[in-house]
T-cell receptor, first 108, second 113 residues
Framework: SQQGEEDPQALSIQEGENATMNCSYK?????LQWYRQNSGRGLVHLIL?????REKHSGRLRVTLDTSKKSSSLLITASRAADTASYFCATDGYKLSFGAGTTVTVRA | DTAVSQTPKYLVTQMGNDKSIKCEQNLGHDTMYWYKQDSKKFLKIMFS???????INETVPNRFSPKSPDKAHLNLHINSLELGDSAVYFC????????????FGPGTRLTVL
């Protein structure tokens, strides 16, 4: 089974709105990563948050991590059409385990 | 300059054939991976090499054989292709193992008829 599970599976928002997606995982981690995948492309790394960090920012991205609840969230602020993609969380262990992703559609 | 490149981008073949996918990275990374992404977008690791040594070998049929001739290359050979092998295969690389950022190739879409 997948280590990380994203929620919701799909999200449709208007340009300019914020998009929030969540990731839950099962076992202890050293870090958690978020990736983006545009249609027909490879995954692109967005942000890595370590288990001793609670929040991290990168441009319009904000990631939180709650190790007590084994969950993380990714917030994209002021969304743009170019943010339309699938977003995956990945947790480490002996391997990187990906969730099934959240598909985000940003409507113009 | 492409960081992680894969060839071919598309591969359409008949059941029972043997095919190879090649991957190269020019990032100087010491760890390389093969992932399989199915039609529901689940991404699952298949193999990982660190400095040409196999370090991860998930439950993958032995029809799949990775080969790493050097740190910058990781190829995947598949024998006796089956319908269920149809998927997108991604190569990736990172420095010093799985805990760091991984860089992905553009993927190879394999269709087995």
């Amino acid at each position: 089974s997948q280590q990380g599970e994203e929620d919701p599976q799909a999200l449709s928002i208007q340009e300019g709105e914020n998009a929030t997606m969540n990731c839950s995982y099962k076992t202890s981690i050293n870090n958690l990563q978020w990736y983006r995948q545009n249609s027909g492309r490879g995954l692109v790394h967005l942000i890595l948050i370590r288990s001793n960090e609670r929040e991290k920012h990168s441009g319009r991205l904000r990631v939180t991590l709650d190790t007590s609840k084994k969950s993380s969230s990714l917030l994209i602020t002021a969304s743009r059409a170019a943010d339309t993609a699938s977003y995956f969380c990945a947790t480490d262990g002996y391997k990187l385990s990906f969730g099934a992703g959240t598909t985000v559609t940003v409507r113009a | 300059d492409t960081a992680v490149s894969q060839t071919p981008k598309y591969l359409v073949t008949q059941m029972g054939n043997d095919k190879s996918i090649k991957c190269e990275q020019n990032l100087g990374h010491d760890t390389m991976y093969w992932y399989k992404q199915d039609s529901k977008k689940f991404l699952k690791i298949m193999f990982s090499y660190n400095n040409k040594e196999l370090i991860i070998n998930e439950t993958v049929p032995n029809r799949f054989s990775p080969k790493s001739p050097d740190k910058a290359h990781l190829n995947l050979h598949i024998n006796s292709l089956e319908l269920g092998d149809s998927a997108v295969y991604f190569c990736a690389s990172s420095q010093e193992g799985v805990r760091n950022e991984q860089f992905f190739g553009p993927g190879t879409r394999l269709t087995v008829l």
